[in-house]
């Protein structure tokens, strides 16, 4: 039944990759039809053709290899100086410039000299760029939404699963007091299971990361709690907090591994439940994610040597290692065998599908060939420097030869590859697993 529910998970994974990478071009399909791009190929996926259906001048089509997907557009290059679009030069870098501009054109047809896509507009081709990654953007916060609002989060509560008897340091074991351990100010306050902190010093406390704060910055204090019991009377606590070495938590909240602070301490355990977010706490939740993801992204160039030794050295692999299409995928599985209701396994399926969108999105604006952001970054400086010789009466200096940076393109794309290959290594030989 377990490896069942694996396969399960991973085939809704797979389903959402393939949705996804159709949503993704689906965006810059639309938008180059509306412009009057001509547009011979749409692919979701690459390698061998599985099927594929012409309708109209364009070919829809399934490939082998669900990693990707494109749409071949007709003239996504200006031809070169002389007006020429064949190869002219044994240089290397000069054939991959013009193998690449002669590839834009290699379906052209007669009619097509005003359906050619550098002939648009700048700001037309940032649309068309953009409209792929902003898809994924748009199901990424489609998908977050109806997890955090539809089926709910689950987290912790300021409800007290259990109260331990004594001050211990954090790590120690709670199930027997050492010698001489002093009990807890919530023991020797009559606080217990089941009871649900309702305000601390008059303050409401709606979430419990907000109890926990304001219990850290009180060391050493007698402070009041109202509290709702289990059968729903209300009593008023007077604890009286003592210092204490608990867990070290970042600004957003979360814990740093294996690092403790000083910080006020009451001795409580918190429950768990599912809190179905409002659109505020949602959008508060994104805006949290995306910051995260930039910060993964602008922190992948130094997660390669953990790779390294994850995958040739034997070492653990770190729980914030960059994860590839294999190792979300095996992360989709695992959460289906989770012991947890159908709800919640759908709720963080559809997270994990939503940040696989949200990362796609990220990942496709950085500014660098052959990615989205690239092209739009070449009709930016296109439309500044036409802007600017119309501004000095100057010339106009014509569309910008994005082609000209093809070796660039290349030589990233080599990374990219590279990177992408360590990581599919290392999801293989030793995967990021749940805890």
Sequence with gaps: MTALMFLLGVLVFVLGLLVSIAWHELGHLSWAKAFGIRVPQYMVGFGPTVWSRRKGETEYGVKAIPLGGYIRMIGMFPPGEDGRITARSTSPWRSMIEDAREASYEELQPGDETRLFYTRAPWKRVIVMFAGPFMNLVLAVGLFLTAFMGFGVKQTVPTI?????????????????????????????????????????????????????????????????????KDGTQRTLRPTL???????????????PDRTVTAGFLGIDPAEAVVHLGLGESAHRMGDMAQSGLHSIVALPSKIPGLWNAVFNGAPRAADSPVGVVGAARVGGEIFTLHLPAS????????????????????????????????????????????????????????????????????????FVCFTVLVLLADVVNPVKLS
């Design 161 to 229: 699963a259990s109260v331990p008897a004594c001050v211990v340091k954090a790590g120690q074991s709670t199930t027997a007091c050492p010698k001489g351990a002093p009990p807890t100010p919530a023991a020797k306050a009559g606080l217990r299971p089941g009871d649900t902190v309702l305000s601390f010093d008059g303050r409401p406390i709606t979430t419990y990361d907000q109890l926990q704060a304001d219990i850290r910055s009180a060391p050493d204090k007698q402070v009041t709690l109202v509290v709702r019991g």
């Design 344 to 415: 919640q396994l759908v709720a963080f399926s559809l997270q994990l599908i939503a940040f696989f969108n949200l990362s796609l999105f990220l990942f496709n604006m950085l500014p660098l060939l052959p990615l989205d952001g690239g092209h739009i970054a070449g009709a930016l400086w296109e439309s500044l420097r036409r802007n600017l010789a119309r501004v000095l009466r100057r010339p106009d200096p014509g569309p910008f030869d994005v082609a000209r940076l093809m070796p660039l393109a290349y030589v990233v794309a080599g990374v």
């Design 242 to 256: 003592v210092r204490n070495q608990v867990p070290a938590r970042n600004a957003d909240g979360t814990y740093v």
